[in-house]
């Protein structure tokens, strides 16, 4: 897309094969509309009143954006935060409590605070999730790229020049930003918690991480050579290479006994796609039946923010189905929908029932 997103008109049910091209040097946006500049602006009308003090002295004592975020990445290695996916919760002042008193979470929460105190000083900023990092297969030289690897990081207004990208979770722990999620919490316990049979607890196991990562190069070959040739294609290919046999009839049963292979390896039936995202849509959907709607560009933290202020009375819910779904979308927590769904199941019944016995038929 123009703004360098890569986004599929329709859900992803199966895998794909495609090209991309990078132009890391390009400028973004150098000439983005004031509409544009404005809704990266925009703030809860109040609360986290230590947060907006920052922004305001930061905003007198600095010229520059860039001056400002890099005194705010000195703010950030100088005290002691740390970096875990286990932070304790947080109230009403999210923003406040983290960066003044409990100084611990992961890449949402720096991300989130630094784009809050940007805006707050008046500097057009947004969160950007993406992924970062990976692991190298040594025997088909590709790069694998796992939902814990999921991160997110900051966007900033620079006059002149247009977006500039900057991570906050670096100046605290750098080793997550150059070793990857696993380096970074050696001593946390956290990673791949919830999936204790997972190969990839076992890596420092020589033999057992061979085996794994030659299934997986199996697995990586298999997919590419059915995605990447039509099925007229493979007969013919095939055809060549046992013409001394009944061709038809071998490759018909080649391909019909390697189907049931892959159908038993993959389980598609039991994939889910993006399963955590369909249920916060389902959660955004539920707030808008409400009279709360999600803002063109506005983060899951800034979203929860605004929902706990509409309905305070549900202020415990929501802050239970954000840190859920965070925890699964970004923490690298690799967890069954289902506890987002019960999360959002606890916020519906909560609501008055009226309007929440409307049933979200694309839930």
């Given at each position: 897309?123009?703004?360098f997103?890569?986004q599929?008109?329709?859900?992803v049910?199966q ?15 150098p ?12 703030l ?9 003090q ?19 990445l ?14 304790v ?7 406040d ?27 057009p900023?947004r ?10 297969n040594?025997d ?8 814990f ?9 620079q006059?002149g020049?247009?977006?500039r990208?900057?991570d ?5 722990a ?8 696993e ?5 946390d316990?956290?990673?791949l918690q ?5 190969a ?11 085996l ?6 199996l ?16 007969l013919q ?16 049963g080649t391909?019909?006994?390697?189907g ?15 399963s955590?995202?369909?249920?916060f849509n ?10 709360l ?11 929860c923010?605004?929902?706990v ?12 189905f954000?840190?859920?779904f ?38």
């Open positions: 897309m123009s703004d997103r890569l599929r008109r329709r859900p049910e895998s794909l094969l495609y090209a991309v091209n990078s132009w890391p040097q390009s400028v973004r946006d000439l983005s509309s004031e509409q544009i500049q404005r809704q990266d602006l925009q809860p009308a109040k609360g986290n009143d230590q947060a907006r920052w922004a305001d002295d930061l905003r007198r004592r600095y010229t520059t954006p860039d001056a400002m975020v890099a005194a705010m000195g703010y950030f290695s100088d005290q002691p935060f740390h970096y875990t996916l286990k932070p919760p947080l109230g009403n002042d999210s923003i409590e983290f960066l003044f008193a409990s100084r611990q979470g992961f890449c949402a929460h720096y991300a989130g605070a630094m784009t809050f105190v940007l805006r707050a000083a008046g500097i900023a969160v950007v999730a993406g992924y970062q990092g990976g692991e190298l040594p088909g030289q590709y790069l694998t790229v796992r939902q690897d999921a991160h997110a990081w900051v966007e900033y207004w006059p020049v247009g977006w990208s900057v906050p979770t670096a100046a605290v750098p080793q997550r930003i150059e070793q990857g999620l380096q970074a919490l050696a001593a316990e956290a990673f919830d999936s204790p049979y997972s990839l607890r076992y890596r420092n196991v020589p033999w057992v991480n061979a794994r990562l030659s299934w997986d190069n697995n990586y070959g298999w997919q590419r050579w059915v995605l990447g040739y039509q099925g007229q294609q493979q290919i095939l055809g060549r290479w046992f013409s001394g046999f009944q061709a038809p009839v071998f490759v018909l391909l019909f006994s390697l049931l292979v892959a159908l038993w390896l993959f389980k598609p039936w039991q994939r889910e796609s993006d955590q995202l369909r249920v389902a959660f955004e959907r539920l707030l808008a039946r409400h009279g709607r999600r803002m063109p560009g506005e983060g899951a933290d800034a979203f923010r605004r929902a202020l509409y309905f305070p009375q549900h202020a415990e819910a929501i802050e239970g954000i840190r859920e965070q925890a699964q979308r970004y923490a690298g927590r690799l967890a069954s929908a289902s506890r987002l769904r019960q999360a959002l199941s606890t916020l519906r019944r909560g609501l008055p029932w009226r309007l929440s016995a409307v049933r979200d038929r694309h839930s």
